[in-house]
């Protein structure tokens, strides 16, 4: 793990408080699937970012950063992005990153921009035929910050073994989906989670209560996964 620099190549929006970001490394270490970076400010403040894209032959690095004028924390990397061609990193880092060797079926579980992580796991899984069922949940307040709904849509009539579950806290009175809080779609869906893997992200505090009711559920701890668990 060392710092490195990036190139920024584009910054668009993907909401009105959602900027999907490329960079190009110098020299970038190899990293897994469900790994993130850290953007160095300065030498003492560097920031996490879960990174969204699977590795592969570009070399690029995606990030998806929630920024709107409330967040200053990440307000202040996207500016600091747009006012230079180049920026340092400082990763991998990780321990969540998606464990190929088990033959489990698997849930992937994201709140908000959580979802970058999840993404990058589910695009190097569906690089492969999928032997074991797969399924996303992913939790938004409203459809509008919901900004991969259709290609998820697309990708689960592409993949039979792909099941997409978007959940929303504050739907419209014409959504047809899930509402409520994400990890209670879970626990409704599944009698025992015992067999399954699952990974997860998103606010500290929907970790720690998916931690405990999926426990509960037969979800046997070696198979959670989640940055947030080396924090609480």
């Not at 490329?22 to 850290?38: T, V």
């Not at 997860?200 to 198979?223: C, K, P, S, V, Y």
Request: contains cysteine.
């Amino acid at each position: 793990m060392s710092e490195f620099e990036c190139q920024v190549v584009t910054i668009e929006p993907l909401t009105a408080n959602v900027q999907r970001i490329l960079l190009r490394p110098e020299n970038a270490p190899d990293f897994k699937a469900g790994q993130y970076i850290r953007v160095v400010m300065d030498e003492g403040d560097k920031r996490p970012f879960s990174i969204a894209n699977a590795p592969d032959e570009s070399g690029l690095i995606e990030l998806h950063i929630g920024a709107a004028e409330h967040n200053p924390w990440a307000m202040q990397v996207i500016e600091k992005m747009q006012s230079a061609p180049g920026i340092m990193l400082d990763g991998p880092h990780g321990n969540a990153f998606l464990r190929n060797d088990r033959p489990h079926p698997t849930i992937l579980m994201a709140g908000g921009t959580g979802f970058s992580y999840t993404w990058s796991i589910l695009q190097q899984l569906l690089r492969s035929p999928l032997k074991e069922p797969l399924f996303l949940y992913w939790g938004t307040r409203t459809q509008d910050d919901m900004y991969a709904l259709q290609e998820l849509e697309e990708l689960a009539q592409q993949h039979s073994k792909f099941r997409f579950i978007p959940v929303l806290e504050n739907p419209d009175s014409d959504w047809q989906g899930r509402s409520g809080l994400v990890h209670q779609a879970v626990l409704e869906d599944f009698v025992s989670l015992e067999p399954y893997q699952v990974y997860i992200a998103g606010r500290f505090e929907m970790a720690g209560a998916a931690r405990e009711d999926f426990h509960n559920q037969g979800l046997m701890l070696e198979n959670l996964f989640g940055d947030a668990y080396d924090f609480i």
